[in-house]
């Protein structure tokens, strides 16, 4: 077993597991946290739970409700992802369902920004006579929240940008055709973004060319709750309004929540905005910066809709307005073994561009990681 500073009672294995029970909440719990326990006494697995839908039970509780009998958990020990709750909101505090019963000692993982929670929690259970051991695996655990980080603290999305280029940093051919340029393991994977982000987010040029839907497409598989899929409310930057009213987007946008951001110019065609609206299609027009969406005032009020997360999938110049504007938490980039050539066109960044590279965009290297041929970088904000 790996050496722990934390006491040699703790077994990383344990909250591993924690990790990958929270993880069967993506799609389903946002707003809130994806969050795992797991309660084990005498070296054994005795109960575990994980935050399953937004509203429902917290994962603490749902690993109580696991026991076979309540009294077993008395001196037990709890792994949790996640500081517990100590704050009555949808549900009640979990530090009371710990002391109620009789947990010996609590290995937690992530801390909780939560304002209501911050320490507190912590500082419950160490009243009530519990050992309580912080930072278990912090790094792993805090890898799944990164949009509940995020949003918890200042009710902004959290925008992963996601692209996928060939060796030479093209997203399409000379000709404009991108289908596909990464294999199908990496395709599978974005679909875990799209689950994973509350929103999804492309500029209109992407839409006048790909005619695109947008939506979640993920096969049953064992470790997942099936019913957790579901479509991420598509936004399109459209300052002009520009959008072809038999898009696939706008057709869909009676199942599918799809929203449209524009400006004064766009929202000026008063008429085109009562048909997209009977459509299905909601329309947040911002105020007109240089004749684009104001994106900063967009995902103020986008989080105020309580989206946490948003996956950017472009073009080129939304990313690059994003990207410039401070916007982007995030970026997936997929690398294709394949080299398409011809002139500078379709780049997965365009814009104007910075002057020199001192002025570049800066991120930090996070995770490399193979999708059969194709490589993804996944890169944080610095
Ligand atoms: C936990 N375990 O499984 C979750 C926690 O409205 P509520 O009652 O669902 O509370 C949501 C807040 O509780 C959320 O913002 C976060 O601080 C915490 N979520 N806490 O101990 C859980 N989901
Ligand atoms: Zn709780």
Redo the contacts with the bound molecule.
């Keep these: 077993m790996e050496k722990y500073d934390i006491d040699d009672e703790f077994d990383p294995s344990y909250m591993r597991r924690a990790i990958e029970l929270a993880r069967r909440g993506t799609g389903s ?1 946002n ?3 994806l ?1 795992g ?1 797991v309660i084990v006494k005498d070296g054994r697995i005795i109960g575990e739970g ?2 399953v839908r ?2 429902e ?4 509780r ?1 690993a109580f409700a696991s026991l076979k009998d309540q009294a077993d958990a008395e001196g037990a020990v709890m792994y ?1 992802t ?4 100590c ?6 505090p ?1 530090v009371d369902a710990i002391i109620e019963h009789k947990i010996r000692k609590v290995y937690c993982g992530s801390d ?1 920004p ?1 304002a ?2 911050a320490g507190k ?1 912590f500082k419950r259970l160490r009243d009530a006579g519990i050992e309580v051991y912080t930072h278990c695996l912090k790094a792993e655990c805090d890898a799944i929240n990164g949009i ?1 980080f995020k949003y ?1 603290v200042n009710k902004q999305p959290y925008v992963t940008m996601k692209y996928a280029m060939t060796m030479d940093g093209r997203i399409a051919t000379h000709t404009g055709a991108s289908k596909w340029i990464t294999g199908e393991a990496s395709r599978a994977y974005v679909m875990e973004l799209r689950n994973r982000h509350k929103g999804i987010m492309a500029g209109i040029g992407t839409v006048l060319a790909d005619d695109p839907m947008l939506t979640c497409r993920i096969e049953k598989s064992t470790d997942r709750d099936t019913d957790n899929v579901r479509n991420p409310i598509r936004i399109v930057c459209d300052s002009k309004l520009r959008i072809p009213e038999d898009s696939q987007i706008v057709q869909t946008a009676g199942e599918i929540e799809t929203i449209v951001a524009t400006t004064a110019a766009g929202a000026s065609d008063s008429a085109k905005c009562e048909r997209l609206k009977d459509k299905g299609v909601s329309i947040i027009e911002t105020e007109d910066v240089d004749g684009q969406v104001d994106l900063r005032q967009l995902m103020t009020i986008l989080g105020g809709k309580g989206i946490d997360g948003i996956l950017l999938e472009g073009g080129g110049e939304l990313n690059y307005s994003m990207v410039s504007e401070g916007l982007v938490d995030e970026a997936c980039v997929f690398i294709a073994p394949k080299i398409f050539g011809g002139e500078g066109k379709y780049s997965p960044v365009s814009g104007t561009g910075v002057d020199v590279p001192a002025d570049a965009h800066m991120f930090g290297l996070d995770e490399v990681r193979r999708f059969d041929e194709d490589v993804m970088l996944r890169y944080k904000k610095v």
Excluded: R, S, T
């Design positions: 719990v707003p809130n946290p969050v326990a994980y935050h937004y509203g039970l917290h994962a603490e749902a949790v996640l500081e517990p709750c704050h009555f909101g949808k549900q009640p979990c909780d939560n209501m929670v929690g509940f918890i």
